[in-house]
């Protein structure tokens, strides 16, 4: 079975510093990781996929196999990264997606 | 640019009724799915339809049913409705083939079961 993990339901941080939200995940497998958010009154969009390597808006985040983690990172927040955030994992091949529970990160300015 | 649109923003519905939500996105997607949003426990899939009249369970899909008779159209239905199922319900689209890839979403729905 394949769970996605995300510790924090709730992230405060202030504007500039440093930003983490958490996420691990549980598959047997090769897995394709993702990140989605969420904007006050918008629709959930995608973030970033581990396969692609990309930077989004300033946020990055690595799939490590050995922790089974893909935490997502950005060096200095902007009020604008106010949203919810959720982790979603599906197997190589598989194109179900299983989400995390979600973090609200709300930036403090 | 991919629109995925559901029938209503707001529903109110009382207990024992059935309940339509309809689903329709404009960009030919085979794949497209129901999930239930709820806090502290994220987006649980209902059911997944990888084609015209195919459908597959999800992780919650008691209580529920779907149907998709043309490929832009997927409907969740609720045969009965209870308390319980009160929730934002959010539909996806994403192309078929090989592999996961960007699934697109409708704005949501928001259930009230009374």
């Known amino acids: 079975a394949q769970r996605v993990t995300q510790p924090e339901k709730l992230l405060s941080v202030f504007k500039g510093a440093p930003v983490e939200l958490k996420c691990n995940y549980s598959?047997?497998?090769?897995?394709?990781l993702f990140w989605y958010v969420q904007y006050s009154r918008q629709r959930l969009q995608l973030l970033l996929r581990?396969?692609s390597r990309e930077s989004i808006k300033g946020f990055t985040a690595d799939l490590n196999k050995g922790e089974t983690s893909f935490h997502l990172k950005k060096p200095f927040a902007q009020e604008e990264d106010s949203a919810m955030y959720y982790c979603a994992l599906s197997g190589r091949g598989n194109e179900k997606l299983t989400f995390g529970t979600g973090t609200r990160l709300t930036i403090i300015p | 640019d991919v629109k995925v649109t559901q029938s209503s923003r707001y529903l109110v519905k009382r207990t024992g009724e059935k309940v339509f939500l309809e689903c329709v996105q404009d960009m030919d997607h085979e794949n497209m799915f129901w999930y239930r949003q709820d806090p502290g426990l994220g987006l649980r899939l209902i059911y997944f339809?990888?084609?015209?009249?195919?459908?597959e369970k999800g992780d919650i899909p008691e209580g529920y049913s779907v149907s998709r008779e043309k490929k832009e159209r997927f409907s969740l239905i609720l045969e009965s409705a209870s308390t319980n199922q009160t929730s934002m319900y959010l539909c996806?689209?994403?192309?078929?083939?090989?592999?996961?890839?960007?699934?697109?979403f409708g704005p949501g729905t928001r259930l009230t079961v009374t």
């Open positions: 581990h396969i």
């Open positions: 339809s990888y084609d015209v009249k195919m459908k």
């Open positions: 996806a689209s994403s192309p078929g083939g090989t592999g996961a890839v960007e699934q697109y």
């Open positions: 598959y047997s497998g090769s897995p394709e």
